[in-house]
């Protein structure tokens, strides 16, 4: 069973930059089809997706409000998926989780939240204006 651990969250100010972690042993292992992502939830908002790819490919869906800013990458080796957080707004602060889902082969866009089966706990992303 995958178990993921977020770090790299903090304070920052508007227009700095973060870089989120995710370890999780074993997610690599897992079928082409499969996808790991980035979700982010701000006070008293639902939870949105922000960014997502698959772990064997290179495509990758980014939510419109953090393209040409944030950037998801994985580091097989070490088990890790980042997110570069670069330009950061306070529009951004939010408890960011990733999750891995075994049932991306329709969309990245496409697959539903409830069709991720392994969540971390979060990490929290506080920008100052």
């Known amino acids: 069973q995958v178990r993921l651990a977020e770090s790299g969250g903090g304070s920052v100010q508007s227009g700095g930059s973060l870089r989120l972690s995710c370890l999780a042993p074993g997610y690599s292992s897992i079928k082409s089809s499969n996808c790991v992502g980035w979700f982010r939830q701000p006070p008293g908002k639902e939870r949105e997706a922000v960014a997502i790819?698959?772990?064997?490919?290179?495509?990758?869906y980014y939510h419109d409000s953090v393209k040409g800013r944030f950037s998801i990458s994985q580091d097989h080796a070490k088990s890790t998926v980042y997110l570069q957080m670069d330009s950061l707004k306070p529009e951004d602060t939010a408890m960011y989780y990733c999750?891995?889902?075994?049932?991306?082969?329709?969309?990245?866009?496409?697959?539903?939240?409830?069709?991720?089966?392994?969540w971390g706990h979060g990490t929290q992303v506080t920008v100052s204006s």
């Open positions: 790819t698959y772990t064997r490919g290179v495509a990758t």
């Open positions: 999750a891995t889902s075994r049932w991306c082969a329709g969309g990245l866009r496409e697959t539903p939240q409830t069709d991720y089966d392994q």
